[in-house]
């Protein structure tokens, strides 16, 4: 479950223009919050005369205290103009906050048939000189998608909901904590990744090699009530019929291992050497444990992606829901703009239109069938998603990507593991533009439309070079 979302929130006034309607503004704009389950931090309406609005530095100076207060609360700010409003005080009581999260700039619309000195607002034109004095500031700022907007209306409730994914987003990636269990397989070169570039952009990455890991996953004994409870969770998770018992034994050792270390090292996400170390020395493929951890919104990749585990990371942010790591696999006949999705498979369960436990058929061919059972495998159930693709890149020290949203098809498809036909119009273009920059054939995915938010948070507020497929 995600946190409710808090936002601080500004309302603007200045001069001569109308004070009563900032009591109408502030009234309206909360309503809305509330409808939406999104609380508020705001000044209280007994401040001065104005209800509240922010116009004098001293106002600004009270709003900034405020806000600096209840900092570790604050997910983002909202600023609304229900009159031209005061771009000073605004931009003011932002920075003396000392917040450093998004910030929406909203702008009421004005009634044609309410235009007189009484009523009129002129927020149209306040608007720009607030985002003038924010970008003067170094402020960055959101914006609704219609200039002006009535709070009541579906458009501004959607530029909310779209806000708030911004606002998790940047959060979530503060002092964030992934881990790495082994070391890549050898191969896979395409997954190498900067940990001092991730390390700057404030994500630490904790690793642990795969024979400790191993270590600790043998001493418990069967009996540990932790393994107990963790063989259940398996077994309730999905069908494990086909799936020998000492198989399912060591997953839930495993299993018990990883969610010890996760916790002790507070990471919110993994990434795992599932291949083929792990099958040859223990017997098991990890996928269900990965399934299991992703679809309780602790994402974990395969093949030690920490670049990959970092867009499962953010798309979980951003909807509140699971996400997966997948492959562009395929093409699906000579449809341009139709592919197939495909991995092993790990993906969560909530992705599936069916599933169970069955072996990794790749890997059964070098390892064994009896050593690679514990993979989750099914067809993706019909919808959208969005898929993001991060990658550090070394040569220009910067992290940059992809992101963009598609649809999960009904075609009928024969073959194996976890898979999906997909539809992204352009998909061509969008190929070449993999190719041609060189990323991975990995894409994080998530069963939501999130590209926009994504976009916002990643472009605007951390300075990532991301590519957004439209």
């Not at 994402?299 to 953010?314: H, K, Q, R, T, V």
Request: proline content about 4%; aromatic content about 8%.
């Amino acid at each position: 479950m995600q946190k409710p979302l808090t936002l601080g929130v500004i309302v603007g006034t200045r001069g001569f223009f109308p004070d009563h309607l900032c009591e109408e503004g502030r009234k309206g704009t909360l309503n809305v919050l509330k409808e939406l389950g999104i609380k508020a931090v705001i000044v209280s309406e007994k401040l001065g005369s104005k209800f509240g609005a922010i116009e004098s530095v001293a106002e600004a100076r009270t709003c900034a205290e405020l806000f600096k207060k209840n900092a570790d609360k604050i997910d983002g700010i909202l600023v609304t103009l229900p009159n031209f409003g005061d771009e000073r005080a605004v931009s003011n009581a932002i920075r003396w906050s000392g917040l450093d999260v998004p910030v929406l700039v909203h702008a009421w619309p004005d009634d044609v048939n309410r235009m007189g000195i009484k009523n009129r607002r002129d927020s149209f034109c306040g608007k720009m000189s607030c985002c003038n004095n924010l970008r003067q500031y170094g402020i960055r700022y959101s914006l609704t998608d219609l200039h002006t907007v009535d709070p009541y209306s579906d458009d501004f409730k959607a530029d909310l909901r779209r806000f708030g994914q911004v606002c998790r987003i940047v959060r979530g990636l503060k002092n964030l904590r992934l881990g790495v269990i082994g070391a890549r397989p050898a191969p896979f070169t395409t997954v190498r990744f900067s940990e001092k570039i991730l390390e700057a952009n404030g994500i630490s990455i904790e690793t642990i090699d795969l024979s400790e890991m191993l270590h600790r996953a043998q001493a418990y004994k069967d009996s540990d009530q932790i393994v107990k409870d963790k063989l259940a969770a398996i077994k309730e998770y999905t069908s494990c019929a086909g799936t020998p018992p000492e198989a399912l034994l060591r997953m839930a050792r495993l299993g018990s291992a990883i969610d010890e270390w996760m916790s002790l090292n507070e990471l919110s996400g993994s990434s795992i050497q599932c291949w083929t170390a792990l099958e040859d020395i223990y017997g098991i493929v990890p996928c269900t444990l990965m399934s299991m951890m992703s679809e309780g919104l602790f994402p974990s990749a395969c093949e030690c992606d920490i670049a990959g585990l970092l867009g499962m990371y953010i798309l979980q942010q951003a909807s509140g829901s699971p996400s997966a790591l997948l492959d562009w696999n395929n093409n699906f006949g000579d449809n341009p703009d139709k592919g197939v999705f495909f991995h092993c498979s790990n993906l969560p369960k909530s992705f599936f239109k069916q599933h169970e436990m069955s072996y990794q058929a790749i890997i059964a061919g070098t390892v064994g069938k009896k050593n690679a059972c514990g993979t989750i495998v099914g067809q993706v159930r019909p919808g959208p998603f969005t898929y993001l693709r991060l990658s550090t890149d070394d040569v220009n020290g910067e992290i940059r990507g992809y992101a963009g949203e598609g649809e999960f098809t009904d075609d009928k498809l024969e073959t194996f593991g976890g898979y999906g036909v997909f539809e992204v119009p352009g998909l061509q273009e969008l190929l070449h533009y993999i190719c041609a920059n060189g990323f991975e054939h990995h894409t994080a995915a998530s069963l939501s439309e999130v590209g926009d938010a994504i976009d916002e948070a990643l472009n605007n507020y951390l300075d990532w070079d991301i590519y957004l497929h439209e």
